[in-house]
């Protein structure tokens, strides 16, 4: 019985972490987190010392546990229920780096990342339900409207976060499809991702959308080039010169699957127009775009504006606190300034460097910098300082996604869902070193 809910937990305890949206549901919820927690932890006691043998994940794991500390200096600001939830919050993001180092190292990260996967698809899947029965009102983020149009909340949590979740989800199933077999058929792969992007797409989230097209059209861009030549982007200037344009089948499964989505699109045709004159309004501010629409709200103005000043929105009360204390410059503010991406009731920058900076300081932004660079280590259980830089195109375009994410969004460093395309990029730079590995052994 025990091993039976053990290997249950296996799924159910991943699944929950991806899906924080289900905090509505309140003791419920956090009763199952539990349970799976709890039968969760033969697996990751089993290999939890593993975990620094990793460069990257043992700096982040410093980072989460600086942050928890940096709660300290606001004791005496925020109730203690507050704080406690913090930590709570904190405590998992921990959590859920060790129990990714034991499905690294005693299971499989290929069943992790389908976990994934199936959470991005779920997520999606409500947003379209509820455009049928209306909002459902468990979700941990309340129903909302942009421009006049619904968005919805779903099992992702934060409509930001899911949007961005579904970006990282084109580019894994794109690098993944050849170790999983449900994606292993060209146009299963397209359908996933056109059925996630199309939910993200009507979410209305501005930078999560940008980047999600973004990533669907580079998905498409690699999988054409890595059809002419397997080794395309190592041997980079080998092209083919000859093509086959007649060598084509179809199952009768993928036939079907081209006419719904065919029929879906002509049916919700008016709809879809709408929402792509809203993406063009989102990038020229231009109203006359939604005039002839009569509900349309012009509560947004244009994404490159509103881009550019999020590099620069510094919290007045970091710069005034210098006055006093003049060391916060070197070691932050506290972690208050993470606000509610940790579950603090305050605001935040939109910008992950910003974010840190006023809560870190300059040692937090540094630690911060020496993360990411650690994600371009070729090996990672080498020398700490020592870099051996890697720059393969899957884990470089996994790696600038994020870059370019936290410099439009907060909390992404402490959310499951933006936080584990980082450590699946480490699975991708193992592979790497095993295969390099394999051929220096060749005579």
Known sequence: MNINLIRISEIVFPMLLFSPGLRGLGLFYYLFLGASFIFS??????????????????????????????????FDEYNLFSILFSL?????????????????????????TKYYLIATFIASSFIYIQYFIGPIDFF??????????????????????????????????TFIKDRINFFRSSIVLIIYQLFILGA?????????????????LFARIYLFFKKLNPKFFEDIFIIPLRFKFFNFKLKVSQLLGSIFIGITFVTFSEMALRYFRTMLFFLTDDKQLLIRYSDATFETGNIG?????RLVWFDPQFFSSLLDQPLNIIFG???????????????????????????????????????????FNKSQNSNLFK?????????LSIILLFIFLCTHNSGIIFHPLTVFPLLFVQDFLQSLKVSEKKKELLP
């Open 41 to 74: 932890i033969p697996l990751i006691s089993s290999s939890y010392l593993k975990i620094f043998k990793s460069n990257f994940l043992t700096i982040l794991v410093i980072f989460y546990i600086i942050t928890g500390i940096g709660l300290i200096s606001s």
């Open 387 to 395: 870099l051996n830089l890697s720059f393969e195109i899957r884990s």
């Open 140 to 173: 941990s983020e309340p129903f909302s409207m942009r421009t006049g149009l619904p968005r919805f909340s779903t099992t992702s949590g934060s409509t930001n976060i899911y949007s961005v979740s579904v970006a990282f989800s084109i580019l894994m199933s």
């Open 333 to 375: 503010g506290g972690s208050k300034y993470f606000g509610g991406t940790i579950g603090i009731p305050r605001g935040y920058a939109h910008n992950m460097f910003i974010d840190i900076f006023q809560a870190q300081g300059f040692l937090g932004f540094l630690l911060f910098l020496f993360l990411l660079i650690n994600l």
């Open 305 to 309: 504006d509103d881009m550019a000043n």
């Open 200 to 216: 993200a797409f009507t979410n209305l989230t501005r930078s999560g959308m940008v980047a999600s097209v973004g990533a669907f």
């Open 88 to 112: 709570s919050r904190i405590s998992l993001c921990i959590i859920f780096v060790f129990l990714f180092n034991s499905y690294k190292n005693k299971l499989n990260t290929n069943k992790i």
